[in-house]
């Protein structure tokens, strides 16, 4: 009896100490379950993260790729920027050198030509002095020449225009009527009034006309000459611009 009372009381306490074991054993199934849960998730999360670092990795590498070629690319047209920006430089130096040596040479053909300016109006002054001294003297030649020739014998008139103007031969009026002179400047004159008559245009043009008389003959003196023919008188039509028109007077 006491026995038997003694298992009652074993059982008893056994089946009082299984039941906090089952409690806990069922309460740590179900933290378990939940752990493995957090776990499978994330695992999922791990890797989706993975992926996400290898597209940004990838990402990475192709911006550095990319940099690195715009790096060569603006370093390649910098240089080219650069070997233009010296070639220009260069071409500005030599324009700056050959301007210094235009403007040189332009003051120096400048001083030049007033140089040869102060000396052609010189020499302008000179041949007109030294011509009007010709003139001179040919007259005073001419009119002691006509006195002591034959009044028959022909004189012969011609002209020549020095600017590539026709040479024009006038004939002798008469052979008794000019023996002085006057009467030779009388006939220039006439020749002046038909010369412009068949060229008016050269009054239009402002040009000057002068007449002058050369003698024909290769010797100076008239001393040799014979007494029955005179010396061929040459009337030279000389065109300048911007003068007057003068005409030969005794």
Not at 18 to 37: D, F, I, M, N
Not at 66 to 79: G, K
Request: net charge positive; with cysteine.
């Amino acid at each position: 009896m006491e026995l038997t009372q003694l298992l009652d009381r074993i059982r008893a306490q056994c089946e009082q100490s299984r039941l906090p074991t089952w409690a806990q054993v069922s309460l740590g199934g179900a933290a378990l379950r939940e752990a493995r849960a957090e776990l499978a998730e994330a695992r999922k999360q791990w890797h989706s993260l993975q992926v996400e670092i290898e597209t940004l990795h990838a990402l990475e590498k192709g911006l550095e790729t990319s940099l690195q070629h715009t790096q060569r690319l603006y370093s390649s047209q910098l240089q080219d920027l650069s070997q233009v920006i010296a070639g220009l430089e260069s071409e500005l130096e030599q324009v700056r050198s050959g301007l210094a040596t235009q403007r040189q040479r332009h003051n120096q053909l400048l001083n030049t030509k007033m140089r040869l300016e102060r000396e052609i109006a010189t020499y302008r002054r000179l041949l007109e002095r030294e011509e009007g001294r010709q003139i001179f003297k040919f007259k005073e030649k001419m009119s002691h020449c006509t006195n002591k020739r034959n009044a028959k014998s022909p004189i012969t008139f011609f002209t020549e225009s020095v600017y590539s103007l026709h040479i024009h031969r006038l004939l002798p009026t008469s052979p008794t009527s000019l023996t002085r002179t006057e009467k030779i400047d009388k006939v220039i004159k006439q020749w002046e009034g038909s010369f412009f008559r068949g060229n008016p245009k050269l009054r239009k043009k402002s040009v000057s006309l002068r007449f002058d008389l050369h003698m024909a003959t290769a010797d100076e003196g008239c001393a040799q000459t014979k007494q029955d023919s005179l010396p061929d008188v040459e009337v030279r039509l000389i065109m300048k611009r911007s003068r007057s028109i003068p005409t030969i007077t005794q």
